[in-house]
């Protein structure tokens, strides 16, 4: 395959089917937020962002497609399983169909990276645009209606409780929020999601979604404390 072939949507479209075949029996248990479904979601939204905001739509589609696979190994090993220690197996998967090798690096590279937030102490390191378009499309898919929904998703299938009112609401991320009580999750993190975006297309988008969340708190917390 020539070295400076441009991809098209044919060709995001042939490697999703071949993939999908590949991967689908990985997600079928997953009840925590991360499963098949988000990564179409996730798919969908990173084709979107790509036409308004360029980049290689491959590189970007595939990515999506298989930028979770680390947390079906953490689930498996019950232990956490970073983006980039899932990279070799991630590499089998793309090797299985024949997927283009020039472009492997790239696809792996935005997995490795997409979990960069810039409320961490670590920040953003990558400038890439398929890189930032990931990150986009999975934090646009991590609020909303459906970012809550997952967070109550992931929070039952761990046991975790919806709230507990002695442990306060802090707009304050921590690496451990995630076995926090969904109330604190959404308060810690998803509120921090809209200004965390990086492209003009996902900063639009994620004002509506960001909305929908502040309201779905207020209203939680009425609700709670018996006011409606």
Not at 73 to 97: G, R, T, W
Request: proline share 4%; charged share 30%; with cysteine.
């Amino acid at each position: 395959m020539p070295k400076n072939k441009k991809f098209s949507k044919r060709d995001v479209d042939k490697y999703i089917r071949l993939l999908e075949k590949q991967i689908i029996h990985l997600f079928k248990n997953e009840s925590g937020g991360h499963d098949i479904y988000h990564l179409k979601r996730v798919l969908g939204l990173a084709l979107i962002l790509q036409k308004k905001e360029g980049g290689d739509i491959l590189v970007i589609a595939i990515s999506a497609f298989l930028h979770d696979i680390h947390r079906i190994i953490s689930n498996k090993n019950k232990k956490y399983c970073s983006p980039k220690e899932s990279l070799s197996v991630i590499y089998k998967i793309l090797k299985k169909v024949n997927f283009p090798n020039e472009i492997i690096p790239k696809v792996l590279h935005c997995i490795e990276y997409h979990e960069e937030y810039s409320f961490t102490k670590r920040g953003k390191t990558v400038s890439d645009i398929e890189t930032l378009i990931l990150q986009d499309a999975d934090n646009l898919d991590a609020i909303g209606a459906m970012g809550i929904g997952r967070v109550f998703s992931y929070c039952g299938a761990h046991n975790i409780p919806m709230w507990d009112p002695h442990v306060p609401l802090k707009r304050d991320f921590k690496e451990h929020i995630h076995d926090a009580p969904a109330l604190n999750h959404i308060y810690a993190k998803l509120l921090l999601l809209k200004d965390n975006m990086n492209t003009r297309t996902a900063k639009e988008l994620a004002k509506d979604r960001h909305d929908y969340v502040d309201n779905f708190l207020k209203r939680f917390l009425k609700e709670w404390r018996g006011v409606l």
